[in-house]
T-cell receptor, first 117, second 117 residues
Framework: DAGVIQSPRHEVTEMGQEVTLRCKPISGHDYLFWYRQTMMRGLELLIYFNNNVPIDDSGMPEDRFSAKMPNASFSTLKIQPSEPRDSAVYFC???????????????FGSGTQLSVL | AQKITQTQPGMFVQEKEAVTLDCTYDTSDPSYGLFWYKQPSSGEMIFLIYQGSYDQQNATEGRYSLNFQKARKSANLVISASQLGDSAMYFCAMRDPLYNQGGKLIFGQGTELSVKP
């Protein structure tokens, strides 16, 4: 089975440009998560979806960030306009149904290394 | 509020020796799950081991075991017979379902383990 697929693997852009990160979760997984990893802040949850519906976007840093999940097999994280402080590794992860089942683990994609110059 | 703390930014261990990576957590919920992930230099996040708050036994997965001390709120990862390939960043994480729908995974800051030949 294919794992979580993220694209692009690396993205270099200039400040002010729009950036779109893409994610294909594992088929059959009901939950999709977007995390950001930086040296200073570690792994932060930005937003997560259940059955394509955003459940918690409290981690989205500001209005420049937006995420969508138009169907069960695709999600995007968009930054517009991008800033140098957005430089980070962005991970997408998916999971089976959670509810109160605490033992469901997250399967992570390989991440997108974003550099904003 | 939920919190995960890893107090060891970096650790060294000699090849073939055992090493313990510390993790403490804070939650008022009696039901929760604790996870450990490994992040090698290639960047992917690899699930290692899971411990549920109601599990009677400490979790084990091959060379990985979890020293779960519920009263002290600690969930330390023990790696036995360290190998060079164990050199990586290790993250402790917690899911606490009662605090949000489905239960997002909150990560500690990580411990960088270096295995010496």
């Amino acid at each position: 089975d294919a794992g979580v697929i993220q694209s692009p693997r690396h993205e270099v852009t200039e400040m002010g440009q729009e950036v779109t990160l893409r994610c294909k979760p594992i088929s059959g997984h009901d939950y999709l998560f977007w995390y950001r990893q930086t040296m200073m802040r570690g792994l932060e949850l930005l937003i997560y979806f259940n059955n394509n519906v955003p459940i918690d976007d409290s981690g989205m840093p500001e209005d420049r960030f937006s995420a969508k999940m138009p169907n069960a097999s695709f999600s995007t994280l968009k930054i517009q306009p991008s800033e140098p402080r957005d430089s980070a590794v962005y991970f997408c992860a998916s999971s089976l149904a959670l509810g109160y089942a605490t033992n469901e683990k997250l399967f992570f994609g390989s991440g997108t290394q974003l550099s904003v110059l | 509020a939920q919190k995960i703390t890893q107090t060891q930014p970096g650790m060294f261990v000699q090849e073939k020796e055992a090493v313990t990576l510390d993790c403490t957590y804070d939650t008022s919920d009696p039901s929760y799950g604790l996870f450990w992930y490994k992040q090698p230099s290639s960047g992917e996040m690899i699930f290692l081991i899971y411990q549920g708050s109601y599990d009677q036994q400490n979790a084990t997965e091959g060379r990985y075991s979890l020293n779960f001390q519920k009263a002290r709120k600690s969930a330390n990862l023990v790696i036995s017979a360290s190998q060079l390939g164990d050199s990586a960043m290790y993250f402790c994480a917690m899911r606490d379902p009662l605090y949000n729908q489905g239960g997002k995974l909150i990560f500690g800051q990580g411990t960088e383990l270096s295995v010496k030949p």
